[in-house]
């Protein structure tokens, strides 16, 4: 099956500063990309996502990019701020949407 | 606007004894139903998922099991807890992708 990884377990940066998370995949069959945010203790909320007919797409200070052929995409948080700090899972799945295999987390810190 | 209940918020359980866990979706007609479960401090990991009502398929193999009884309804279950079952259970459900999760069910097994 599909496997996802998260390659920063853990990023730390400054008010104001980006934050970049990487996000690696293995079936070529996976065509829609989440982001979800997870704060301590908390349930999972939507951030943002991809499909696999654009390589790029933005919301506000959130920007996902997505490179097919290296079977990669990435969450990029510009002008980042305290509350930003959560945990941010990568996810992806086929066109169905049946079943979302998740990355295994990044611990962002914003520091003020 | 579409609400998803869990129940219960958190429960201990002992090791061998039955589980409940239950969901509700309200406001979305025949959503697609999920059930993931998320260790401590681990990654998530989908249990199952449901099309349509008395229809459910397993994702992984963990000792559980799911219903669907009703529409708006997904029911995780076991007869025998291990204690690998601790951790967060999260009930989801979607709309053409985006997956809209519950607030959880925190469950420690001793």
């Known amino acids: 099956g599909e496997k996802v990884e998260q390659h920063e377990s853990t990023l730390s940066v400054r008010e104001g500063d980006s934050a970049v998370i990487n996000c690696t995949y293995t079936d070529t069959a996976s065509s829609y990309f989440p982001w979800y945010k997870q704060e301590a203790g908390k349930s999972l909320h939507f951030v943002i996502d991809i499909r696999s007919n654009v390589d790029r797409k933005q919301s506000q200070r959130l920007i996902v990019l997505l490179d097919k052929k290296a079977k990669r995409f990435s969450l990029h948080i510009t002008a980042t701020q305290p509350e930003d700090s959560a945990i941010y899972f990568c996810a992806a799945s086929m066109s169905n949407y049946n079943v979302l295999y998740f990355g295994s987390g990044t611990k962002l810190t914003v520091e003020p | 606007a579409q609400t998803i209940h869990q129940w219960p918020v958190a429960e201990i359980k002992a090791v061998g004894s039955p589980l409940s866990l239950g969901c509700t979706i309200k406001?979305?007609?025949?959503?697609?139903l999920y059930w993931y479960w998320q260790a401590t401090g681990g990654t998530l990991q989908q249990l199952f998922y449901s099309i349509t009502v008395g229809q459910v398929e397993s994702v992984v193999q963990l000792n559980l099991s799911a219903s669907r009884p009703k529409d708006d309804q997904f029911i995780l279950s076991t007869e025998k807890l291990l204690l690998s079952h601790s951790g967060f259970y999260l009930c989801?459900?979607?709309?053409?992708?985006?997956?809209?999760f519950g607030k959880g069910t925190r469950l420690t097994v001793v």
């Open positions: 989801a459900w979607s709309r053409t992708g985006e997956v809209f």
């Open positions: 406001g979305k007609s025949s959503p697609n």
